[in-house]
């Protein structure tokens, strides 16, 4: 082969290379987010196995809420604010009322700050990322459990999880 | 404004800054002081380094010119000197890290906030929450900026207290209190920035972040939306009033009683 | 080797096709530099004319011309042509018209493809300008396209992603042809260590090309299927995020940035030698430099986005390569310097320019340096700190080492002299505006204006009208410049051969203008 197609080869595989680098860095960003927990993203995946393992610490958990694109709901958390013990498993729930005649669809996604402790909050049972139907003028109650991880930062003293309920009416299907 | 007036601006900006805002504000927290002591020493080096090399190429445009007969030298290499002006500047990044690192850890610790401030960004005003005593509200560009800035208007913003920094809604903070500051958004990336209190983050729909201020002094402090959002981008100012901690008490008393509905 | 070169030529020894015909059809890499360089003025003066709108706008607090939604389409459409239709655009006519003869071939490796690469460039710009005149106006959501902002985007918003990925396509294929061209093509004896620098640099960028524009290109597809196509990457209720869009893009925009001036800086280190009568110092060492600056590229792009709430572990590193990046850098400006040193020089029209780069491109280093330090840079995000570096980088930065260029080589490519002291004029103009233009951005980013809005408080209104000057100053030379362009081209009196008595290189072994087909039969070079 000469050297001329044997840089054309190599620069054109290079070239489809780098392309496809850019969609292999969604899922590697995922990873990346998954293992530092960076920008508060939590565990995706529900925690199956649960070991309650009490310590004598206690945190602060505040719990906030915001509705995104301004939709037409009203979503609360019903605690805005607990102390619980680490390696505890704790209950509470936010409320979500449907304000139109219409049924809608409606996805929450949790951000936790400092983003560092993110994946010490272990989220047993949530309703992130799950699509609810909710009809119209319908107020819902969906629960979380979580358990804050025994390995949490020992300097952390408050932790604080918001969820934003976005309108997903119109999408095709979400996760 | 003369060419003499602006050097004296680059080369003494203290004596510039009250008067012709040219220079960084050094703020009223700890966040804002570290900036700005950070910034004004990577200032002065690199005035020194721009001294150092334009005098050197200066004086070379000034006598090694053909016109006065200078024949070129042949030297076109060293490895010696390669070394050394990689080594020099390398050192003084180091002398230049070691303090940027240690303001950005202080700056990124917002462990022990005593009050905890929600801000959402929304296209194109602000919305308050005060996590621990439940009060919300939106806050706008003020009715008088917002009528002025209209294309057309035929109003002379001079005229116009803080034109474009003023709103109808303020934060009040206290002073001398660690507060965290939560940023999210509502629909597109904004950003909360009050050049006196420091530090700048993105409000970002679906995610929370965080930053911190404690405010020594009292006063009134001005910013605006950090981030491309939309049309009004320019048009949705933030007000932060900072008044002595029992001040703060009874205004947030007197949000509670008042419960402003939302009002877009 | 010489086997290849003929059977690249084909057997033909007649002169170029005539009227419309020789510009759409050409293969030959000089006419193709030409229509790049010509192309890439009227794109200048687009852009330049969306700037003085934006300025105009500026000059006074208060909106007096221009709605804010019509605002950001200015001031997105004004990066997008300035970067990709001016400077880019230019630095690639001056690789067609350069690289071949500097390195002794007879055109570029791939002729018909890089006739294609250049016409892409009217079809995509059309398109690209065009979306100003629909009903929802162009893009507005910035040059960088951030979602969720970008995907609220009108009618504009495909064309945009269209333009782009046309945009990337004519770069990449240039750049495996300059790459092609240079790694096969050289005259024997020319060793990669004995190229003229100006190859180097052109080599190294190439490679920044063809790594990063495919990542734009993955970048804005995910965009547009956000937008159409059910996809979830940057909407957080899918488990999406809108900084992860950063991050791809800016993984792709911070090599751009030095895709947007390494050229220059091989253009600098060419005249600097030439005027200064004296080798370039350390020509081993700014090889090295320039192969450093663009690995590190890679690994500084989240100093784009410092404020996106980025883990502390990942604000100090980003913070520690991009520091580390100034010094390749400052490597390069003590190398030149010392070429100065000690050199025998006259101040023609292209030295000016490149003296007037070494020390305004500083400056804007300085500013970038300042960038850098993580606790600094949240007070000057998103402000007109931030614009005053770039502006400073690519103005007296690369635009300065373009029209270096050009004053540099023009007369060998047409054969006929510019005027000097018209083109000292133009220099001496350019200089000062560019100064007054940008210099106050500095102030006014300090004091607290942020970037990409339409109307200011009333403390920023001073420097913002000395702004303004500056720039409508700044585009009125620029008339000036293509007076001295069209007087050259209508002169009878012809050039040497080797116009500049300091200059060296084998373009400067060919007449005043080249012949149509040079270097059919390679040169030796010992």
Redesign the interface.
Known sequence: MSSFKKTYLSLTFFTIFMFSFSYMLVPLYDIFCEITGLNGKTNQERVLVVNENPSERFVTVKFTSTVANSAPFTFEPIDREMVVQVGKIYNTFYTLTNNTTSVKHATASPSVVPHEDAEYFKKIECFCFSQQQINGLETKELPLQFIIDNELDNDTRTLILSYTMFNTTDQIGSK | MRISNILLMVIFPTAALAEWETNMPRGVTPTSEVAYDLHMLIFYITVVIGIVVFGAMLYSILYHRKSLGHKPAKFHESTKVEIIWTVIPFIILVGMAVPATKALIMMEDTRDSEITLKVTGYQWMWQYEYLEDNVTFFSKIADESNAARRLGSGVDVTTVDNYLRDVDHAVVLPTNTKVRILLTANDVIHAWWVPELGGKKDAIPGYVNEIWVDIKEPGTYRGQCAELCGKDHGFMPIVVHAVSKPEYYKWVGIQKTNRVAKNK | MST?IDKLHDDHDHGPSSGIMRWITTTNHKDIGTMYLWFSLIMFFIGGLMALVIRAELFQ?????????FF?QMTTMHALVMIFGAVMPAFVGLANWQLPIMIGAPDM?LPRLNNWSFWILPFAFTMMLSTLFMESGGP???WTL?P??SL?GGDSFPFTILAIHMLGVSS?LG??NV??TI??MRAPGMTLMKMPIFVWTWLITAFLL??????????VT?LLTDKFF?T??F?????G????FQ??FW??GHPEVYILILPAFGIVSTIIPAF??????????MVYATASIALLSFIVWAHHMF??????????FF??TT??I??PT??K??NW???????????ETPMLFA?AF??LF??GG?SG??LA????D??Y???YFVVAHFHYVLVPGAVFAIMAAVYYWLPKWTGKMYNEGLGKLHFWLTTIFVNLTF?PM???G???M??????????????NA?ASVGAFGFGLSQLLFVYILFNTLKKDVTAEDKVWDGAEGLEWTLSSPPPYHSFEKAPKVD
């Open positions: 290849d607090p208060g909106l007096q011309l221009v709605i804010p939604g950001n490796a507005a959501a910035g951030y969720p902002l609220q990449i750049a495996i790459i092609a790694l096969n063809i790594a990063s524009m495919p990542v734009l290109a993955g970048a995910m059910g979830m990457f909407t957080a209720s899918g488990g995020d809108p900084v992860m991050h791809i993984f792709f200064s009568r004296k080798r370039l110092f350390g020509y081993d060492s404020t996106v709430g980025m883990p502390l572990a990942g604000e100090i913070m520690f520091m580390l100034a010094i400052g490597v400006v003590f310097v010392a070429t100065m040193w000690r050199g025998s020089m006259t101040f003296i070494i020390v500083t400056i300085f340096l300042m330090m993580v606790p600094a949240f007070q995000h998103d402000t210099f500095h102030f006014v300090l004091a607290g942020p970037r990409r809005i339409p109307d200011y408080a009333v403390q920023f209104a001073d420097f000395i």
